[in-house]
């Protein structure tokens, strides 16, 4: 779905991604994860030409993305940001409906479709179609997001640590959302994030970058029981306060760990939904 061939992107000479080669299979959830500065955004951005590659070739669904019009390549993959990136003075029907009337599509199957993504992200459209973003809190401002970058039925989903800003109960409840939608419209996802819990539980696949070069390219499961390299090993072991897998000293805390997690998703859905069923 997805292919980098021996991508370059310098800036005033300097490498930031340097030689980057790496392919993401259809319906993939591939995690981009290194330290700060490492490329990750850079490589996510340009996916959907935000950035151009100094050189190497990007191909999307086997076609180079250099041939493309930039513009239509973009309505045509999905994006989410960190910062949401809704338009403030349109209502959350308005900025849902935005790429579907962009890509031509007729008023009665725009209606239709916002009203079905709303639904599919546990936004009820008669509670929350004619709201303004400032009227949502963060984590449903998130679920527009996701929302948005859906609308245009995108084969393609890039994320860009949507969930790093909002507190860990909402970030934890919308990671389960995510991966239930993923297991239901299979799209192919590059998600960037600095929280190595946050891959694991999250990808099939995880990129390790460190100075705009992989590192490692692999199975979570992989990864965590066979590092490639002595930065993966403590990369990994920082990221994840040595719970890695086959510690059987930490496994009562790793238990204990999850169980809290649960109960706090759990928790965070009566609420929801209590507060749905009182409007």
Do not use: W
Not at 6 to 29: C, M, R, T
Not at 63 to 69: Q, V
Not at 197 to 220: F, M, R, S
């Amino acid at each position: 779905m997805i292919r980098f061939e021996n991508v370059v992107k310098k800036y005033k000479q300097q490498d930031v991604i340097d030689g980057l080669s790496f392919e993401v299979a259809p319906s993939e959830f591939v995690v981009l994860i290194g330290p700060s500065g490492c490329g990750k955004t850079t490589i996510l951005k340009m996916i959907n030409r935000l950035i151009i590659p100094t050189s190497g070739k990007i191909y999307i669904k086997g076609e180079d993305a250099a041939g493309h019009d930039k513009y239509e390549l973009r309505r045509n993959i999905g994006y989410v940001i960190q910062s949401v990136g809704l338009f403030p003075h349109m209502t959350i029907g308005e900025n849902i409906s935005l790429v579907p009337s962009l890509q031509g599509k007729g008023r009665k199957e725009i209606a239709q479709k916002c009203a079905a993504l709303m639904e599919t992200v546990g936004l009820p459209p008669g509670d929350y179609i004619d709201r303004y973003p400032a009227q949502l809190s963060g984590g449903q401002q998130q679920r527009v997001g996701v929302a948005r970058a859906l609308a245009g039925d995108p084969e393609i989903l890039l994320m860009d640590e949507p969930f790093s800003a909002l507190d860990p109960i909402t970030r934890a409840y919308l990671q389960e959302e995510l991966l239930s939608l993923q297991t239901r419209l299979k799209k192919t996802i590059v998600f960037v994030t600095h929280d190595m819990n946050e891959a694991v539980k999250l990808a099939n696949k995880i990129c390790i970058i460190n100075g705009g070069k992989i590192v490692q390219y692999d199975t979570p499961e992989n990864i965590l029981r066979n590092p490639a390299c002595d930065f993966v090993r403590e990369f990994v072991a920082l990221q994840r306060n040595d719970l890695a897998l086959g510690d059987e000293q930490e496994a009562p805390r790793r238990a204990a760990l999850g169980g809290l997690v649960s109960r706090a998703v759990r928790g965070a859905r009566n609420v929801f939904s209590a507060l749905h069923h009182r409007k």
